[in-house]
């Protein structure tokens, strides 16, 4: 049982930060409708502008935490403006839009490493200590204000679409962007919020890694793969199923290595993916959002 115990909470803890990534992921592409996988950059780059701000240049850690979620939301916005929205404005197809968000994701990995290096870097702001017990499993103060944060958040983020006008122009524009339009819904501005609050919530994952675990400049591959994975068995166009889609992607992987050896979590995820992606690919909830 306390086997049984530790594995759900560890996929809880990672389920989360998946969770986090998802939800952005899920809330630029239901507003923009293309894939922007250089999302998982933004986690990686709000881990290492924390690492700058905190142990660097020893700003104090709620101000740096701060400071890193801004320039999370607006390192968000200048990739739409920027890159995005020109190939846009010139009709490029999403197969293009793609291909620059791969673009961007290696593109920035590799200036990350050519300036902070190849070895890991850690934050060290909380010193390892002694877990406390929860029915037999073990898990930290970090990893329990992991799970609550990323819950308030995300429960946050769902208030925010159903009843802030923000979010329900979003979710106008994600149902039916000629119809918003005709309403007066400005679809520029959504995309900009959208990848401001996106890239945020992406930035809130960063700050989350980079206090319990390491950084290294190639983990924003492995991170957009989990996030979309989660994204995908959800509805990858609704966030609160994109949102489920990551807990049962974080459980689904813990559980997995109570059979597999622990190298296999990622191919979990990968066999999770296909299974999607070919049988069900509208995800476990897109089909009835669509018929309600």
């Given at each position: ?158 208030f925010f679409m159903k009843k802030a006008k923000l979010g329900r122009d979003m979710r106008a524009v994600s149902d039916n962007k000629e119809l918003a339009s005709i309403v007066g819904i400005n679809q520029r501005r959504v995309s900009d919020y959208s ?64 059979f597999l050896p622990s190298g296999y979590k990622d191919a979990i995820a990968f066999v999770l993916l296909f299974i999607f992606l070919l049988f069900r690919p509208s995800g476990l909830f897109g089909l009835k959002r669509r018929a309600a």
């Amino acid at each position: 049982m306390s086997l049984l115990t530790q594995l759900t909470v560890n996929g809880l803890i990672a389920g989360s930060i998946y969770a986090l990534v998802a939800s952005g992921f899920s809330l630029i592409y239901g507003t923009n409708r293309f894939m922007h996988f250089a999302h998982g950059i933004s986690v990686v780059i709000a881990g290492y502008i924390l690492y700058s701000l905190f142990t660097v240049w020893k700003i104090p850690i709620v101000l740096s935490i701060f400071i890193t979620l801004v320039l999370s939301g607006i390192f968000g916005l200048g990739i739409y403006r920027l890159i995005y929205l020109p190939l846009q404005n010139k009709k490029a197809s999403n197969v293009i839009l793609l291909m620059a968000s791969i673009a961007i994701l290696i593109l920035f990995q590799n200036l990350i490493q050519a300036f902070y290096g190849a070895d890991i870097k850690t934050i060290g702001y909380i010193k390892v200590g002694k877990g406390l017990s929860f029915l037999g499993a073990v898990i930290t103060k970090l990893q329990i204000a992991i799970i609550i944060v990323s819950l308030l958040l995300l429960i946050s983020l769902y208030f925010f679409m159903k009843k802030a006008k923000l979010g329900r122009d979003m979710r106008a524009v994600s149902d039916n962007k000629e119809l918003a339009s005709i309403v007066g819904i400005n679809q520029r501005r959504v995309s900009d919020y959208s990848f401001i609050l996106g890239s945020a919530l992406a930035g809130v994952a960063g700050v989350l890694i980079a206090l319990e675990q390491n950084l290294e400049p190639a983990m924003g591959t492995t991170l957009i793969i989990k996030g979309f994975t989660g994204a995908v068995i959800g509805g990858i166009s609704y966030v609160p199923a994109s949102v489920l889609g990551s807990y049962i992607l974080g459980v689904a992987e813990n559980y997995g290595i109570w059979f597999l050896p622990s190298g296999y979590k990622d191919a979990i995820a990968f066999v999770l993916l296909f299974i999607f992606l070919l049988f069900r690919p509208s995800g476990l909830f897109g089909l009835k959002r669509r018929a309600a």
